[in-house]
């Protein structure tokens, strides 16, 4: 059953793609033995790989776009005895997308927070758009990270030929904000989507761990500037908190749409009827 939160006259719906199994060592500054239950018997962190779907005044898109058919087997220099066959494994966004009851041409526009390949794998399949009526939308500073990495630059290349790309400053979509928050990568932005008086941010890999709303020491592996990623978190969490602003990450889940209560801490929005008390 495909997660849902309704923002104002908008239904925003979480669509499993895959899961990645990540290493605690893909965390640096994490100390797993604070954070009881995230990793697996197994050894590893459970992620979700996927996308949101939007619903409402501005049509039918997508807060990125999966990480497409992807089998990526666990490293052998990190495996250990219980480790899993994959680091990551996808493919299920098409079926996600009909149990929502949305066809790929029904999406009109693609919101890409960064381009890594998981968060653009169905933009095309086979060299087509998968999604045949949409824009996508990204930041343009994140085109030079494609020089080095293959599967990402060729479904780029493929959007690019089939003309369906557009960089951000472009879209006019209502209640759709667009805010450049590199760190990440330097492209990467979080994607507010504001309704009815309600709040939405989508944070994209901006936050990837739950500890990392108390503790500015947790990175991840491919963050190309740490610094600048721990004040954009720092920043934005202490608005979030103040203004009852619903957190969307791209990987988190249990809950999968957050609120920050008084104490700094992390409470399921769908519980929480308009914004947090003061």
Request: no cysteine.
């Given at each position: 059953m495909n997660e849902k939160i309704t923002i104002g006259d908008y239904t925003v719906t979480v669509l499993r793609d895959g899961s990645s199994y990540m290493p605690p060592s893909f965390y640096p500054g994490a100390d797993f033995s604070q954070?009881?239950?995230?990793?697996?018997?197994?050894?590893?962190?459970?992620?979700?790989?996927?996308?949101?779907?939007?619903?409402?005044?501005?049509?039918?898109?997508?807060?990125?776009?999966?990480?497409?058919?992807?089998?990526?087997?666990?490293p052998a220099e990190l495996a250990g005895e219980n480790s899993p066959a994959y680091l990551a494994r996808a493919g299920n966004l098409p079926a996600a997308l009909a149990e929502a009851g949305v066809a790929p041409e029904d999406i009109t526009a693609v919101l890409i927070t960064h381009l890594h390949l998981d968060h653009v794998g169905w933009i095309v399949k086979d060299g087509e758009p998968f999604f045949p009526n949409a824009v996508v939308y990204y930041g343009a500073e994140d085109r030079a990270l494609l020089a080095g990495d293959e599967p990402t630059r060729a479904i780029m290349d493929a959007a690019e030929r089939a003309g369906i790309l557009r960089t951000y400053g472009t879209e006019d979509l209502p209640g759709v904000r667009v805010m450049p928050v590199p760190g990440h990568t330097p492209g990467h932005v979080?994607?507010?989507?504001?309704?009815?008086?309600?709040?939405?941010?989508?944070?994209?890999?901006?936050?990837?761990?739950?500890?990392?709303?108390?503790?500015?020491?947790?990175?991840?592996?491919?963050?190309?500037?740490?610094?600048?990623?721990?004040?954009?978190?720092?920043?934005?969490?202490?608005?979030?908190?103040?203004?009852?602003?619903?957190?969307?990450?791209?990987?988190?889940?249990?809950?999968?749409?957050?609120?920050?209560?008084?104490?700094?801490?992390?409470?399921?929005?769908?519980?929480?009827?308009?914004?947090?008390?003061?």
């Open positions: 954070f009881p239950g995230l990793l697996g018997e197994n050894g590893v962190y459970e992620i979700r790989l996927g996308a949101h779907l939007v619903q409402g005044p501005a049509g039918t898109f997508l807060i990125d776009a999966g990480a497409g058919e992807l089998a990526i087997p666990f979080v994607i507010e989507l504001a309704s009815g008086g309600r709040r939405l941010w989508f944070t994209g890999d901006l936050l990837q761990l739950p500890g990392q709303l108390t503790d500015r020491d947790i990175h991840f592996l491919t963050d190309v500037d740490r610094d600048l990623a721990t004040a954009a978190r720092a920043r934005l969490f202490a608005q979030a908190k103040e203004q009852g602003i619903v957190i969307a990450a791209a990987h988190l889940d249990n809950p999968s749409f957050r609120l920050i209560a008084p104490g700094d801490s992390w409470v399921d929005a769908r519980t929480v009827t308009g914004t947090l008390p003061a």
